[in-house]
Nanobody
Framework: QVQLVESGGGLVQAGGSLRLSCAASRSMSTIPTMGWYRQAPGKQRELVAA???????NYADSVKGRFTFSRDNAKNTVYLQMNSLKPEDTAVYYC?????????WGQGTQVTVSS
């Protein structure tokens, strides 16, 4: 199993940047898929970006070109660099680790983008 601890949320003006971090309790190379999801009030949780243990990434169309998902295997940490933030990016962001026998979520971190 794996435990996840997120950090880095906050309040930022539109056009600004934030970086979210998610530290895992085990080596990233053993986790098949890591993902960032978000959930805005009244909406379903949606995938923002995902990265596989092999390094392949995919992004939601709404964040392509603005968000970057990266991984530091030495620190067992993944990052979501969010640039050119928009008010519609406001949500609770969750880190996710998915393997054959587990599907683990972080506690969530609030991101608020003011217009």
């Amino acid at each position: 199993q794996v435990q996840l601890v997120e950090s880095g949320g906050g309040l930022v003006q539109a056009g600004g940047s934030l970086r979210l971090s998610c530290a895992a309790s085990r080596s990233m190379s053993t986790i098949p898929t890591m993902g960032w999801y978000r959930q805005a009030p009244g909406k379903q949780r949606e995938l923002v970006a995902a990265i596989t243990s092999g390094g392949s990434t995919n992004y939601a169309d709404s964040v392509k070109g603005r968000f970057t998902f990266s991984r530091d295997n030495a620190k067992n940490t993944v990052y979501l660099q969010m640039n050119s933030l928009k008010p519609e990016d406001t949500a609770v962001y969750y880190c996710n680790a998915r393997g054959r026998y587990y599907d683990t979520w972080g506690q969530g971190t609030q991101v608020t983008v003011s217009s």
